[in-house]
């Protein structure tokens, strides 16, 4: 996306985006799976990825949320290159990616998937259950049966 003024505006400095891809790649042994992504996303919009299968996606979605250790190019978050090389690392930033898999923890509440791994690690779901405190989207452990 690239941003212009109109002519006679105030300022042609373009906002700073929250967050900025430029030229990203992955590859997976020797197929390209991206090739040079640049993606600028404002404070307050949102966006949409579209395309066939097997597009590139989800794997820019990943790159984003620190899936990879071995992306090319470079992530910006608010005009400071970043390394989002860990989901921790994109945590730390405030992003995090719900996954389409379905499967992942089925016998979970939307909630609990959602929110899954945000607290750390859960002993056993007998042992500890997830408990969604409504209106602060926090996580709090609670001892006992689930």
Do not use: W
């Amino acid at each position: 996306m690239e941003y212009t003024m109109a002519e006679g505006s105030p300022s042609s400095a373009r906002p700073t985006p929250a967050i900025e891809l430029r030229g990203v790649g992955k590859r997976y042994h020797s197929a390209i799976a991206v090739d040079q992504v640049d993606l600028d996303v404002a404070h307050g919009e949102v966006h949409g990825l579209m395309g066939e299968n097997g597009a590139g996606k989800s794997t820019v979605m990943k790159a984003i949320a620190g899936n990879f250790t071995d992306y090319t190019g470079e992530i910006l978050i608010d005009g400071r290159p970043t390394d989002l090389h860990s989901p921790a690392a994109a945590r730390a930033h405030g992003i995090a990616m719900v996954y389409q898999e379905l499967s992942l923890a089925g016998p979970l509440s939307i909630a609990e998937n959602v929110f899954a791994g945000r607290e750390g690690p859960v002993r056993s779901r007998r042992s500890c259950r997830l408990d969604l405190e409504l209106g602060r989207g926090t996580l709090r452990r609670k001892e006992g049966p689930a």
